[in-house]
């Protein structure tokens, strides 16, 4: 059974930076580097949608415009991929899930994790 757990969320000023946690239980570590590890972004009030991914080999899918200020990485021996957000604005509000296949980086995913929320406010 897979289990995703995040960490990471919580409140910044604008042009600020977090980074997020996503550690996937389950999986064998040599499992866990063919798994691809998205993120996704609910806003206040919006349906949830893909931000980008990061697949078995470290290279990232982008689904919104945040290639200058998003990076998703992984610590395949950790099981752990991580998301980096820089210059944050308001408009990066939400509760922010991981979520993960075993396979390379596309929709459905499989597992999920339970979200964690990012504020970005004065």
């Known amino acids: 059974q897979v289990h995703l757990v995040e960490s990471g969320g919580g409140w910044v000023e604008p042009g600020g930076s977090l980074r997020l946690s996503c550690t996937v239980l389950g999986p064998s570590r040599r499992a866990f580097e063919l798994f691809a590890v998205a993120w996704f972004r609910q806003a206040p009030g919006k349906e949830r949608e893909p931000v980008l991914c990061?697949?078995?080999?470290?290279?990232?899918t982008f689904y919104k415009a945040v290639q200058a200020r998003f990076t998703a990485s992984r610590v395949n021996a950790n099981n752990t991929a991580f998301l980096q957000m820089n210059s944050l604005t308001p408009a990066d509000n939400g509760v922010y899930y991981c979520a993960s296949r075993d396979g390379t980086c596309q929709q459905p995913y499989d597992y999920w994790g339970q979200g964690t929320q990012v504020t970005v406010s004065s």
């Open positions: 990061v697949n078995y080999d470290g290279l990232n």
